[in-house]
């Protein structure tokens, strides 16, 4: 049975003597843009400066000379692969009449050979084979990417610009760490409060005070942390003053519904609502696929293994939901070890975990 949400294939009947199929090869500096263009014999290629409006007119003309040749054109399809250009194109053709779609990169099949050809035009033909098998409602051909409103994806900005300073902030603490112990220097925790009083009065032990440079370059680095972790801080007081302001409005309401769950703090609430909960997953097995925690069988002939989670995805939410995992054993001792609340059959089961 068809699944209303399913982008693994279109559910559309491809009529394709009056379908316009585009495919867009993206860089920094150009797009290629090859086109299935109905009554002509050729398969037209195209490349442009990165500019909408030219892809549009060029969209056009392509329509027109297929009316000149007996074909009126009543839909036209343009796909492109996700990456650093993100959906901006998507949602603007969308918005002008051109039904767009986002092709998840690792889902198009390329040829395993150690050396092969690979060029802008070699990879437009491979996208016009795997969206022509999409279109024709053919699975495995590709998946198509959501395309978020620009809504959605300006509210996981906070979140995902708090995990990038997280991580600055970390590199920061562990390259001056680095820097003191190659000094003798150890237990030195440059996140104190008092930490840069400690610094001026820090001794190697060779009983002498931080060399001029090393302490110069400490300081920098002071000051970048101090800087990072006030940029933390803005982010998460900016979070819950919104929160606070509008507690039902949009995605607010089960952002505070899921941080009532002990283990859950804000910052995960805010990653699954915005990461997850805010697509519309079929099911349990599409949020595991989503987030790349389903397994990844290897067999061939009599070799059966398992070589683990298959890790493709979106690697901030498998992260926050192991984070989770062990959160919920760390908060749900107390169960485990008396089984209560696990059902008729889980007291032994949690009597053998023991």
């Not at 990844?296 to 890790?311: H, M, Q, T, V």
């Not at 889980?346 to 053998?352: F, S, T, V």
Request: charged share 30%; aromatic share 4%; hydrophobic share 40%.
């Amino acid at each position: 049975m068809p699944q209303p949400n399913d982008l693994s294939r279109s559910l559309a009947a491809l009529e394709q003597d009056s379908t316009l199929i585009v495919v867009i090869e993206m860089s920094l500096s150009s797009w290629l843009v090859a086109g299935i263009v109905p009554g002509i014999e050729r398969h037209p290629a195209k490349k442009l400066e990165p500019d909408e409006v030219a892809l549009l007119q060029l969209l056009r003309r392509w329509s027109d000379e297929a009316t000149k040749a007996g074909h009126v054109i009543a839909r036209t399809v343009v796909a492109f692969e996700a990456g650093r250009d993100g959906f901006w194109l998507a949602r603007w053709l969308r918005a002008r009449g051109v039904e767009a779609h986002v092709i998840h990169p690792t889902s198009v099949a390329v040829s395993r050979e150690h050396r092969r050809a690979k060029t802008d035009r070699l990879d437009t033909e491979l996208l016009k084979r795997a969206f022509l098998g999409w279109l024709r409602g053919e699975r495995d051909h590709c998946s198509m990417a959501a395309i978020p409103t620009l809504e959605e994806e300006d509210a996981k900005r906070p979140n995902r610009e708090r995990e990038s300073l997280v991580g600055e902030r970390s590199r920061i603490v562990n390259r001056m760490k680095g820097t003191l112990a190659r000094l003798g220097i150890r237990g030195f925790k440059p996140t104190l409060r008092t930490a840069p009083e400690q610094l001026e009065r820090l001794h190697t032990p060779e009983d002498t005070l931080l060399p001029p440079n090393t302490l110069a370059e400490l300081r920098r680095g002071m000051a970048r942390l101090r800087f990072v972790a006030d940029q933390i801080r803005e982010i998460e007081e900016t979070r819950l003053e919104r929160l606070e302001q509008q507690p039902e409005e949009g995605a607010h309401a089960m952002v505070r519904l899921l941080a009532r769950v002990i283990g859950v703090g804000i910052e995960t609430a805010d990653m699954l609502v915005h990461e997850v909960l805010s697509r519309n997953l079929r099911d349990r097995r599409a949020v595991a696929r989503y987030a790349g925690l389903t397994g990844s069988p290897d067999e061939s002939g009599i070799r059966r293994r398992e070589k683990g989670l298959a890790r493709s995805g979106n690697a901030r939410v498998r992260r926050g939901m192991i984070q989770l995992a062990w959160r919920f054993l760390i908060f749900q001792k107390a169960r485990w070890r008396n089984g209560s609340g696990l059902g008729p059959r889980m007291p032994a089961l949690a009597r053998a975990r023991q």
